[in-house]
Structures are given as structure tokens and as C-alpha cells.
């Protein structure tokens, strides 16, 4: 296993589960990156979309992170919070498309249209620029360092083991295996699952294949803010959020920078963070900055994850591109990746997001 992400890791607790033997090798620390930084809020799916062809490993995601969540709490690690999540509606024009999805019926689960005087009931301090929102009762957050953590603490009392090297070469093995090269230290395995998010596309372009992916930048900003904590995560504009997360801090992301390898934090994206934050929330404009993290999300070429075997025999296994979804997708691509390396064929259908739609 290479990379100590929380689908790395995730592949890791399945296959140790079914009784495979994993050594992880991860240059920093496990969830040193993405999976450690992320939001982890889990927001329900609205509706499944049959053209996407992401919609059944989502799903099954989703479901994967309910039962690692039970299965985490049985030894009294507690990973989950159930939390409902509204988004906002902040032109008219949202506001219709939302309004249209309620009474369509098409969404499932507790999904409800809340007008602007209704908010009040889960939120009273939500600016007047704000139409309306649709409250989702079925979404979930999560601390993705902390998962990600567990996860492998599972996998190393069933023993697994960390490496901490990076890697500087895969090499095929004949028809047996696969080697692995850190620089001081080889190491032979059945199959090698990648899973090292932006940095996938590099290191495995010295086994001479071509996964194009890249990093995003995305930037949260932690703040101090007054008054009570917000009893729902809040979502508009697109993609810019806010919750109040166990740590006392109200968490307001996010930006999506195609800035290379930079994982340093800026003042530009901190002041834009807090102004859209503070658009729809007035109360925001008094809160003080706690902390600021950037992280490195890895993004296919055609923005959909990747998941399967370089070549026939599933000796080496590509598990990456989640974006900003790749803590719900965490779990699924691990479980994906876990069966391919193991020579299953999955639970849900991977056939159209593996690696051989870009040599095609």
C-alpha cells in the first residue's frame, strides 16, 4: 500500500479484515495531508443520477462509512455525529431549483424547503440575502484525521505495518509480484495498491503509465466566533460551507486552487473565505481566526475518481481523483481497491472509472 490517505488506509482495515497481509508506506504520517485537513462533513446524495458513473461508488461509500463508523464505536472510537446540514439559496434562481427538487419528490430521505422565516427554527442569524434553504436531516460529519487514524489502528493490531519512506520505484516482478523501491529498502508484495492522492500521477509515471491527476488547493479557515454554535453545517454559493466542529471552532471553507504542489495557506484566501462567510452570516464579521490549513486534493483530468488495475493481472492498483469528495469516497474506493489487489471483482460497479480510460 502506498499513500496513508484515508483510502490507503481504508484498503488497508478491509484487507487485513479478510486476512491479507499489508505493509503501508507513506512518506510523512498517516492523514499528514488531504485526509487530514478536509471539512468531513458527509452530505447525502439528493438523487442517483444513472449517467454518472461515480453514482455506485458513492452510494456504497456512504454506506461503507456507516458501518466503519459502528464497527469503530464497538472499541469506543466515536468517528461520527450525526448533524443535518442545510443549503442555502442565495439568489432566486438557487432558490427555484430547490424549491422545483422539494416538490418534485425526486430527493430521498429527510429533505424538507425551509422559505427564509422558517431558517429561523435551525438557525436564526442567516442574513436576509439569503431566499431560502433545503435542509438535508440524513448528513453526517466526521473528523477525517481522526478516521483515517482509526482506520489504521485497526489494520495494525491485525498486523499491518507503516513504513515511513518514500517511494521511488515500482517494478513488475515477472508474473508473481510486484517490487517496491523506497532507496534503501525493496519490498515484495502480490500487488501494490497507489493510492498516494496528487502525487500518484508522478510516481507512477516512473512505472511508465500515464494517470493524470493533479492537485487542487483547498484552503479552510478555523474561526473563534460569538454566540452559540451552529446546529447544522451550512452550505452556499456553490460549494462554500460552515459548522461549528467539536474542537469549539467554527470551520468556513473553501477555495480550489490549481496552484501545483503549494500547501502553504494565504491571506487572500483567508479574506475571501471570511468574506462569503460573512455575506450570509452577519454575525461571522466579529469572529477572530484561530487557524488556517491548506491541503492537496488529488483531481483527475476528467474530475471523476480513479479506481482499478494498471494491467490485467491486478498486480498494481490505482485508487485516487476523489477531489472534493474524497473523504465520502474514502471507503469505497478502499473496499474497491481491497478486492482488485485481492483479485475480486468489487460490490458496486468501477468498470467506467478505471485508469485504462485515459490510455484509450
Known amino acids: 500500500m502506498i499513500g496513508g490517505g484515508i483510502a490507503g ?66 472499541s469506543g472510537e466515536r468517528v461520527r455525529r450525526e448533524k443535518a446540514a442545510v443549503l442555502l439559496a442565495d439568489d432566486e434562481r438557487t432558490a427555484g431549483q430547490y424549491r422545483a427538487l422539494y416538490r418534485s419528490g425526486a430527493a430521498a430521505g429527510d429533505v424538507r424547503w425551509l422559505e427564509y422565516g422558517e431558517l429561523s427554527h435551525v438557525e436564526a442569524r442567516v442574513s436576509p440575502v439569503v431566499r431560502g434553504g433545503l435542509y438535508l436531516g440524513g448528513a453526517a460529519e466526521i473528523d477525517p484525521h481522526r478516521f483515517t487514524n482509526a482506520l489504521w489502528s485497526v489494520a495494525e493490531r491485525q498486523g499491518a505495518r507503516l513504513v515511513n519512506a518514500e517511494v521511488t520505484s515500482i517494478a513488475a516482478d515477472g508474473k508473481h509480484g510486484v517490487t517496491v523501491n523506497t532507496g534503501t529498502e525493496s519490498y515484495h508484495a502480490a500487488s501494490v495498491i497507489v493510492a498516494a492522492g496528487p502525487w500518484t500521477g508522478k510516481l507512477l509515471a516512473r512505472h511508465g503509465a500515464t494517470v493524470p491527476v493533479e492537485p487542487l488547493k483547498g484552503q479552510i479557515v478555523r474561526l473563534k466566533a460569538p454566540g452559540p454554535e451552529l446546529r447544522v453545517s451550512l452550505w452556499w454559493g456553490g460549494g462554500d460551507y460552515a459548522s461549528s466542529k467539536p474542537d469549539g471552532l467554527l470551520w468556513c471553507g473553501t477555495t480550489e486552487e490549481p496552484v501545483g504542489f503549494n500547501e502553504q495557506p494565504d491571506d487572500a484566501a483567508r479574506d475571501g473565505i471570511i468574506s462569503s462567510a460573512s455575506r450570509v452570516m452577519p454575525f461571522l464579521e466579529a469572529a477572530t481566526v484561530a487557524r488556517q490549513t491548506a491541503c492537496l486534493r488529488p483531481v483527475s483530468a476528467d474530475g471523476l475518481p480513479i479506481i482499478g488495475a494498471l494491467d490485467g493481472d491486478g498486480r498494481v ?44
Open 9 to 74: 488506509c481504508s484498503a488497508a482495515y478491509f484487507l487485513v479484515k479478510d486476512g491479507h497481509s499489508v505493509t503501508l508506506i507513506e512518506k510523512d504520517a498517516v492523514a499528514a495531508h488531504a485526509s487530514g485537513f478536509a471539512f468531513g462533513v458527509l452530505l447525502p446524495r439528493l438523487f442517483d443520477d444513472p449517467a454518472d458513473p461515480a453514482a455506485e461508488l458513492t452510494r456504497h461509500s456512504m454506506e461503507l462509512h456507516m458501518e466503519i463508523a459502528a464497527d469503530l464505536a464497538e
Open 317 to 360: 492498483v490505482v485508487a485516487t481523483g476523489g477531489g472534493r469528495n474524497g473523504i465520502v469516497l474514502g471507503p469505497g474506493l478502499g473496499r474497491a481497491a481491497a478486492d482488485i489487489a485481492s483479485g475480486r471483482e468489487p460490490a458496486f460497479d468501477v468498470s467506467r472509472l478505471g485508469p485504462s480510460r485515459f490510455s484509450a
